[in-house]
């Protein structure tokens, strides 16, 4: 149980780390290669192994859900501007997240790019004087309250660069809290509750949902003739929801707020393609959690027993079923306790 919470505790704490070592984790579903497909209207879709973004093409140019990534936006723009003889003009931040919101530079000579205001927040250097995270102070072999390069291992060693914003070679607390960002840039436009973007005459729909995972968080509807909802590291497709906060009431209530808009076909950032009734397969999947749990604390089962007994068997077969199954159990566990 201490151990549980101390996990949790690092979660919110060592966030710039934690969504560090995800892309390790995507790197080792069943999605593999570059392809750009079709999915309805003038709106495609264009994967890099488990990485999924989402664009329309206009007569005026293409809007493009997120960039991704650094090589994926170095594939993938001379590709757009190669099949669709038009420019990207619109690049949209569905987060921060490096893993998501790195590679906007490749479209800079055509495109501004747009986030949810909260996105300046999460690229902000914290307090010089941040110490260096639990989890990194064994790496701090001297002792001298940063990593140099010589120290780093892991994450910090792989991604020393992308962590280094100042690039001194050196490792502060604060950079390292920040988050691998090197190539996640300052929005140039920012908005705040919803907005509009309109382009050759179709509209894309940008609306913030501020989740656990992200509190910049931005879906894209692609409104004229389309149909197409995009969101991010958030609704997953027949794969269990990363991190803890699945199955609170806020995250309920928003996804269900998702559910109740005109669209057809979902992508997720992540791995399968999908439709609306995925994303009602989702929201279930987080009642029936919430449901599970909140009897077996009524059961008087402590956490250990909780994860031992609430299996949600009918979801067996859902992607990172037994990577993230615990720590959703965890977390609900966690915020059914404390509503009490
Ligand atoms: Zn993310």
Request: proline content about 3%; glycine content about 8%; charged content about 25%.
């Amino acid at each position: 149980m201490k151990h549980v919470l101390r996990v949790l505790l690092c979660v919110v704490v060592f966030s710039g780390l934690l969504f560090a070592q995800q892309r390790a984790l995507y790197q080792q579903t069943q999605y593999k290669g570059q392809e750009i497909g079709k999915l309805t209207g003038e709106i495609y879709y264009a994967r890099m192994d488990d990485y999924v973004s989402v664009f329309m093409v206009t007569s005026e140019g293409i809007i493009l859900a997120e960039p991704i990534a650094t090589e994926i936006a170095a594939w993938l723009e001379p590709e757009l501007a190669r099949r669709f003889n038009v420019a990207v003009k619109y690049v949209i931040y569905s987060h921060y997240h490096w893993d998501h919101a790195s590679g906007g530079d490749a479209y800079a000579d055509t495109a501004r790019t747009i986030g949810h205001e909260n996105m300046l927040k999460g690229l902000k250097m914290p307090p010089a004087n941040t110490p260096l995270p639990q989890n990194v102070r064994a790496q701090d072999t001297n002792g001298n309250g940063t990593i140099e390069k010589s120290e780093a291992q892991g994450n910090l060693k792989n991604q020393f660069e992308l962590y280094d914003a100042n690039k001194d070679g050196v490792l502060t607390g604060a950079e390292i809290v920040r988050g691998p960002l090197l190539y996640v840039h300052t929005p140039e436009l920012t908005y705040t509750d919803r907005v509009t973007i309109t382009l050759g005459g179709k509209r894309a729909e940008l609306m913030w949902k501020p989740t656990g995972h992200a509190d910049d968080n931005t879906i894209v509807r692609f409104v004229d003739g389309t149909n197409v909802l995009f969101a991010s590291d958030w609704i997953t497709v027949q794969r269990v929801p990363f991190g803890g906060d699945v199955a609170t009431k806020e995250e309920i209530a928003l996804a269900k707020s998702v559910e109740g808009m005109d669209f057809e076909y979902f992508v997720c950032s992540h791995g399968k393609l999908g439709k609306k009734a995925d994303v009602i397969s989702n929201i279930k999947y987080r009642e029936e959690l919430r449901d599970a749990v909140a009897k077996a604390i009524a059961a008087g089962q402590s956490l250990e027993q909780v994860r031992n007994s609430v299996l949600m068997e009918n979801y067996r077969n859902w992607e990172f079923y037994d990577q993230q199954l615990p720590q959703n159990v965890a977390g609900t566990y966690r915020a059914l306790m404390g509503d009490r």
